[in-house]
């Protein structure tokens, strides 16, 4: 399968729980959370370097079960992000594709980049047929990311935030 984006030479992807300590997930989260924390249960949790230690075991626990697949995102040796598939259902052949970057590594192509290698990576080598996403709709970067990886909108939810209802929605998204 090939989406027709370039491979970054200044992009690497690592396994996960690997790849980050829990002191940088959890300095990273403590610089990015505002930009982060919305919508991503996971980092609203990371409050210490000690939850940081519980959410990468937690991550490397989904990895052995194979249920999930996560890459730390190396841009110019710097971490800068995740990128993963969540949630595969093995008999389905699906799964859900999951990224955040740091928002000054926002803007570059990067989580386009990650991504398209590991829907490649899923579909060539894990043989998934459907993989789906989900992005906030007041995120018009992460909107953009999946429209450039050529995912098809499928529908929206409103999810409250107090009187707010446009602030959460959420746009459901599916590549085949």
């Not at 409103?158 to 590549?175: C, K, M, N, R, T």
């Amino acid at each position: 399968m090939q989406l027709g984006i370039p491979h970054r030479t200044d992009l690497v992807l690592r396994p996960f729980p690997e790849a980050v300590e829990a002191s940088l997930l959890y300095a990273f989260v403590e610089k990015n959370r505002e930009h982060l924390c919305t919508g991503i249960p996971e980092f609203e949790s990371v409050q210490s370097v000690e939850f940081a230690q519980q959410l990468l075991q937690f991550l490397e626990e989904n990895m052995q079960e194979q249920t999930d697949w996560h890459y730390a995102i190396y841009h110019q040796e710097e971490f800068v992000g995740y990128v993963g598939l969540n949630e595969i259902d093995w008999t389905k052949r699906e799964a859900e594709l999951a990224y955040w970057i740091a928002e000054e590594a926002q803007g570059k192509g990067i989580a386009t980049d990650a991504a398209s290698r590991l829907l490649t990576y899923g579909v060539d080598h894990l043989d998934l047929r459907s993989i789906h996403a989900e992005c906030e709709l007041k995120n018009p970067r992460s909107y953009r990311v999946l429209e450039r990886l050529q995912f098809q909108w499928l529908h929206t939810r409103l999810v409250p935030h107090g009187d707010d209802f446009q602030s959460g929605a959420i746009g459901y998204f599916e590549w085949k």
